[in-house]
């Protein structure tokens, strides 16, 4: 397990855009993937999207696409997730997870950021 | 509506074993290892299980885990309140993407 350190809560209106960071210890990003998780007042865990660092590529979950934008900074070990076009449903926890991708798509999440709350109020 | 589903609660009382089930189909655990993570009110959530059935170091072996077809069984045995929890199941899933079960709240 490794400490990934996230940025502090947000309150935003809707229609504006917030970005999250989460900071990794230094050698995470080597060969381990990024992804984030959100967690709307209990509810449940939700998949938004990955970043492997080392690759730059991203992938989203449907629902995200065109909306979400996942980047890597490898000089400063911290990933980023924005959000554009806040509603008020994008109110929730968010979260930073190392993710392990090894063989026939055995994947998990062994380390977690202590979650952002990102509050859309108008 | 989560993709997996899990039962939304099960109770025991201390000592005692819960099972908790996580449903899927042949696209997500039918084809794909799952893993099971725990969360306490108020933190994050925490690794209990990958790869279906392995325990992460510290983890201790009163959690077990397994899987038939599409399904898949988190265990825990001698029950303890500090296992008071929400717990869930998750894996990947054809649509190149990762799906959770809905949480199940496990009361002691």
């Known amino acids: 397990q490794v400490q990934l350190v996230q940025s502090g809560a947000e309150v935003k209106k809707p229609g504006s855009s917030v970005r999250v960071s989460c900071k990794a210890p230094g050698g995470t990003f080597s060969s381990f993937g990024l992804s984030w998780v959100r967690q709307a007042p209990g509810q449940g865990l939700e998949w938004m999207g990955r970043?492997?660092?080392?690759?730059?590529?991203?992938n989203y979950a449907q629902k995200f696409q065109g909306r979400v934008t996942i980047t890597a900074d490898r000089s400063t070990n911290t990933a980023y997730m924005e959000i554009t076009s806040l509603r008020l449903q994008d109110t929730a926890i968010y979260y930073c997870?190392?993710?392990?991708?090894?063989?026939?798509?055995?994947?998990?999440?062994?380390?977690w950021g202590q979650g952002t709350l990102v509050n859309v109020s108008s | 509506q989560s993709v997996l589903t899990q039962p939304p609660s099960v109770s025991a009382a201390p000592g005692q074993r819960v099972t908790i089930s996580c449903s899927g189909r042949s696209s997500n655990i039918g084809s794909n290892h799952v893993s099971w993570y725990q969360q306490v009110p108020g933190t994050a959530p925490k690794l209990l299980i990958y790869d279906t059935f392995q325990r992460p170091s510290g983890i201790p072996d009163r959690f077990s885990a397994s899987k038939s077809g599409t399904s898949a069984t988190l265990g825990i045995s001698g029950l303890q309140t500090g296992d008071e929890a929400e717990y869930f199941c998750a894996t990947w899933d054809s649509t190149l993407s990762v799906v959770f079960g809905g949480g199940t709240k496990v009361t002691v």
């Open positions: 997870a190392r993710d392990v991708m090894g063989r026939n798509n055995a994947f998990h999440f062994d380390s």
């Open positions: 970043i492997v660092p080392i690759l730059t590529v991203a």
